[in-house]
């Protein structure tokens, strides 16, 4: 049995997200990933499925978010901020 140390969410706006599927959709040939209102359902299924076990562990000061938005150099910059700070915690 493991414990969860943290939990951590990339937050990006919902019609940025669209836009980057659409993107992937259109190189990929995924045709799901062409359907804004497939992408939009999908979506929303994950935040329902994800958001009560977010919350849960919030409880314990278990989670943490970052920006999705920026260069991979940013974001990543940022996930190891919190990883090392967990680190340090634990």
Known sequence: NQ?????IA??????EIVQRITKRGASSGRVDDMDEKII????????????????YYR?????????GIGTVEEIFKA???????I???D
């Open 3 to 7: 414990e969860i140390n943290a939990l």
């Open 10 to 15: 990339l937050e990006v706006d919902d019609d």
């Open 40 to 55: 939009r359902k999908r979506m929303d299924e994950y935040r329902m499925k994800t958001s009560s076990v977010f919350n």
């Open 59 to 67: 409880e314990f000061n278990k989670t943490h978010t970052v920006k």
């Open 79 to 85: 996930l190891c901020k919190i990883m090392n700070e």
């Open 87 to 89: 680190e340090r915690r």
